[in-house]
């Protein structure tokens, strides 16, 4: 079975959900903490960019940038508001997803190292997917926060 397909097909599908997600949310929920320790969907989606640039970066054979220090990560002043956070993760999902296509179905199986050890492309790309589902299930808990209990996904 070709790992390559496989890895795109799931990551676009990912993709596609948590944009979905980010649609149906009101303007007002992209800045909105719901307490101290809650993060805002602009934190959120800052975040899920940030994972998903370092994890290009890996597949690519590249240097990563060291983790920003200090817990959770937010998103700074200007990443605010929900043309902007959405334009970054379209931005994010088109770069991650032109990366994959640069590489052989043989080199999503060679190994590579990263962070924790060795791995292979097709596992970091499934990662990034499964990272997108988690906070996408966060995106989920946030509508409902806001009254909306409805299903988006197309």
């Known amino acids: 079975m070709d790992p390559k397909p496989i ?3 799931g990551l676009k599908s ?7 997600d980010l649609q149906a949310l009101p303007e007002e929920a992209f800045c909105k903490s719901f307490g101290d320790k809650v993060r805002t969907v602009a934190d959120i989606v800052y975040e899920v960019n940030l994972v998903n640039e370092h994890v290009a970066i890996v ?26 956070v959405m334009r970054a993760f ?7 997803l032109s990366t994959a296509e640069t590489f052989s179905s043989e080199e999503f199986e060679s190994p590579i190292q990263h962070d924790g050890g060795e ?11 499964l990272h997108l589902w988690y906070h996408s299930g966060q995106l989920n808990f946030i509508q409902t926060l806001l009254g909306d209990d409805a299903w988006h996904w197309k």
């Open 119 to 129: 791995t292979t492309r097709f596992e970091r790309y499934r990662f990034m997917s």
């Open 7 to 9: 890895a795109i097909s």
């Open 90 to 96: 379209e931005a994010s999902t088109e770069k991650i």
């Open 59 to 84: 597949i690519r054979g590249e240097q990563p940038f060291d983790w920003p220090e200090g817990g959770f990560i937010k998103a700074p002043e200007d990443f605010r508001g929900k043309d902007n």
């Open 14 to 20: 990912a993709c596609r959900i948590f944009l979905q």
